[in-house]
């Protein structure tokens, strides 16, 4: 599949939009971080579409996807959903970091850590 094939089909445009526009507030706090640059002059894309599934946060440069999981991907179904996205997003060649939303709140320090150490150049 080529790059726009994959990435932020206009299916899912609308969807991707609304998502950017109610952040869940520990998006929010690590859009603050992530934004504009912010770490190591990365760029980094809110709420964006691969395959059909729609990442938290994007780095194109680092083909990293950071998900920021609530407790709605602590079921049997949510868990089986990440699992099966996971797989689509690593098969394509990117790096997938998972935090719970309480990481972000309690320990954001090393989640920038964390992400910053999985960026290869």
């Known amino acids: 599949m080529t790059h726009n094939k994959i990435h932020n089909r206009k299916p899912l445009k609308g969807f991707r939009k609304q998502l950017r526009n109610n952040l869940t507030p520990a998006e929010a706090t690590l859009w603050k971080v992530l ?6 002059g990365r760029k980094f894309r809110r709420q ?3 395959g059909k599934y729609i990442a938290d946060f994007y780095c194109p440069s680092e083909k990293l996807v950071i998900e920021l999981d ?9 868990e089986a959903h990440d699992l099966k996205r996971d797989s689509f997003i690593k098969e394509l060649g990117i790096t997938v970091l998972r ?6 709140y309690n320990n954001l320090e ?7 150490s999985n960026f290869k150049h």
Do not use: C, M
């Open 110 to 116: 090393a989640v920038l850590d964390e992400i910053r």
């Open 48 to 50: 964006h579409s691969i």
């Open 35 to 40: 934004q504009n640059k912010q770490l190591e």
């Open 70 to 78: 609530g407790a709605g991907h602590f079921t049997p179904e949510g």
């Open 99 to 104: 935090y719970e939303n309480r990481d972000v």
